[in-house]
């Protein structure tokens, strides 16, 4: 086995090894063990488990980043199809280097301080952000929650991904379809001026506004019924008075007449209450 040969094979041992466990809870005899060599091999080509680990970073980090690199520099022209193409784009790399995957998302900037998968998501996150902010702008909506969404974006993705990755039970195209799903039609009903209905500071006022009108609601409410009442008794008293009058002779007449409120003045005075 050439020099080279052996490297890769050292390659691909750590990465079985790096995502299945920490780097830190691995030593240089499991990692030579599974490879079938002796340790002064390991820090041969790598000077150590720690020199092999950020190689097999660095190597999935590529890996991942010029798939989306090349996604990014041609997107199709259509939004929707945009949005599959790069979902499909990103679980095409996890299915293909399942290992690798796991690897990055072990990984960590204090593992490894020349870079780890929040940076590269953090970096397609700007990609898809200013893609949101072209598409708010021809919508005419505020743009200034474009990386909120970005990052919602991509976090359903990669936790989506993570998930599938570890037990696919459906196939790739079927969890896109997902993804794609909730966040396309989440992002084409969205508000302009979003807002809590329930919870915060401008819900618990607009559950007061509310309250306090449909209290004012039933008092008109009472208030009607009681005038309804009022006229219902007083078209019994008017029949019972002209009763007496055909029997006895006597004059009809009433205790007094309904005082009839305006409109305009009841709404005052639910204004003052």
Do not use: C
Request: hydrophobic content about 35%.
């Amino acid at each position: 086995m050439t020099a080279f040969e052996r490297r890769e094979q050292l390659i691909r041992v750590g990465r079985k090894l790096f995502a299945e466990r920490d780097m830190e809870t691995l030593s240089v005899e499991e990692i030579a063990a599974a490879a079938k060599v002796s340790k002064p091999i390991i820090y041969e080509h790598f000077g150590g488990k720690e020199g092999l680990y950020a190689v097999v970073v660095d190597r999935e980090l590529k890996t991942m980043s010029d798939a989306l690199e090349d996604f990014f520099a041609h997107p199709p022209l259509s939004e929707r199809h945009t949005m599959e193409l790069g979902v499909l784009t990103f679980l095409t790399y996890v299915e293909e280097h399942n290992e690798g995957f796991h690897v990055l998302l072990r990984d960590s900037p204090t593992t490894n301080p020349n870079g780890s998968l929040n940076t590269l998501l953090t970096t397609v996150s700007v990609h898809v952000e200013k893609m949101l902010d072209e598409s708010f702008k021809r919508a005419k909506l505020p743009t200034k929650g474009a990386p909120y969404y970005a990052n919602m974006i991509v976090g359903l993705t990669v936790f989506s991904a993570e998930l599938w990755a570890d037990n696919p039970r459906i196939s790739k195209e079927e969890l896109a379809s997902y993804i794609v799903n909730m966040a396309w039609y989440g992002m084409r009903g969205i508000d302009a001026k979003p807002q809590l209905y329930f919870e915060g500071k401008e819900a618990k006022a607009r559950q007061e506004r509310e309250a306090r009108e449909e209290e004012k609601q039933l008092k008109r409410e009472q208030r009607r019924e009681q005038k309804e009442a009022k006229a219902r008794a007083k078209r019994g008293d008017d029949g019972a008075d002209d009763a007496d009058a055909d029997g006895n002779g006597d004059d009809g007449g009433s205790d007094g007449d309904d005082v009839t409120i305006d409109p305009d003045v009841e709404q005052a005075l639910d204004d003052l209450e």
